[in-house]
């Protein structure tokens, strides 16, 4: 599949049936198609009522998220979260990056929320799943019209991307963080563009993501680096290069992930590493599993984003000596919602005023 980052459609662990394709048929297709076929982005509506999500996870810095978009085209094939497809009756492979399910009214419901009496102006976080910038976005702009109802509150947010689309947005973002409500999390896991276009096959280019935290951190946009997933035997090497290039580009603080292989993305990960590291295949494999305990991944909290024993240590080691010699070794800012206001859903003005 030319562009894909699955080379393989996982049949659904919720479904009991499930279609295998032989490898008889598979070498019939390699004679037809010896560079591969091309397969079509497809769109679906999601009618979900509500966007404004609960995040209930001790790991993670924030409590609720906005995710425009299910699926995600970008391709990444060790994204983890690439399990939620299989709620909505897909596969976690080829269909995660393939069939994209939308919020059209995602803008419409956000304000709607953000006026509900019980909403204090907390800090939403969009991309805690999926990127909310994806390649859809720049047809549908979901995200755009999301953005715009948060400037006009200043609702504060966080933004986890991996493509410099985000500048696009400029104008948006300009007026948030003059309220010191927001921060953009550039997502960077290689300097190499050939690594890059196989891991993250349509995701921005790293030098189009330096340029994008350039562009931002010059409008006045707080910018951080997040480096995930590291993954030992294949971009760990990177980490000094990568902390060194997002300081010069303009990030003030850095964080990281390891590498997480949950339910069925196992399958998937050591197909794509057969495929374009063979090689290393074996190298890879061992040292993620030394770092969870003999197993490809643990789920426990506290150490699945950071795995454990020596090897953890060291990437943990070798993160926070360059962080903090290149000046990233900061939190990401803490956003304020000291000048949210809610929107007007009458249209009529108010007789108080704050």
């Not at 939403?124 to 019209?145: F, H, N, W």
């Not at 350039?214 to 000094?240: K, Q, T, Y």
Request: with cysteine; net charge positive; charged share 25%.
């Amino acid at each position: 599949m030319r562009g894909r980052g699955a080379g393989l459609n996982p049949g659904n662990r919720f479904e009991s049936l499930r279609l295998h394709v032989l490898g008889d048929e598979l070498d019939d297709r390699l004679l037809e198609h010896p560079r591969g076929v091309q397969l079509p982005t497809m769109v679906f509506h999601d009618r979900s009522q509500r966007v404004i999500n609960r995040v209930d996870s001790p790991d993670l810095g924030f409590n609720w998220t906005l995710n425009p978009y299910r699926g995600c085209e970008h391709g990444c094939v060790y994204c983890y979260a690439r399990p939620t497809h299989e709620t909505l009756g897909f596969s976690c492979g080829l269909d995660f990056e393939t069939k994209i399910v939308v919020k059209q009214e995602a803008p419409e419901l956000l304000r709607r929320e953000l006026a509900s009496p019980r909403w204090s102006g907390e800090p939403i976080v969009m991309s805690g799943v999926t990127d909310c910038y994806q390649p859809i976005e720049a047809k549908l702009q979901i995200t755009r019209r999301c953005l715009a109802v948060m400037a006009q509150c200043c609702q504060p947010v966080g933004i986890v991307t991996k493509s410099r689309l985000v500048v696009r947005d400029l104008d948006h973002l300009k007026r948030l963080a003059e309220a010191e409500a927001v921060y953009v999390g550039i997502s960077l896991t290689t300097l190499d563009a050939h690594l890059s276009a196989v891991m993250e096959p349509r995701a921005s280019c790293p030098a189009d993501r330096l340029r994008a935290m350039r562009e931002l951190s010059d409008a006045g946009i707080p910018v951080a680096a997040i480096l995930a997933p590291i993954i030992p035997g294949l971009n760990d090497r990177e980490i000094p290069r990568l902390l060194e290039s997002a300081a010069q580009a303009g990030a003030t603080c850095a964080t990281w992930v390891m590498l997480r292989l949950p339910y069925q993305v196992k399958a998937l990960f050591l197909e794509w590493l057969q495929r374009h590291f063979p090689e290393r295949r074996a190298r890879i494999i061992s040292q993620v599993r030394s770092m969870h305990g003999g197993e490809l991944y643990r789920s426990t909290f506290g150490t699945r984003m950071r795995g454990t024993g020596p090897l953890a240590e060291q990437i943990a080691a070798t993160f926070r000596v360059f962080a903090d010699r290149c000046g990233l070794h900061r939190r990401l800012p803490q956003l304020s919602s000291a000048s949210f206001r809610k929107p007007n859903l009458t249209g009529q003005m108010e007789l108080f005023t704050a």
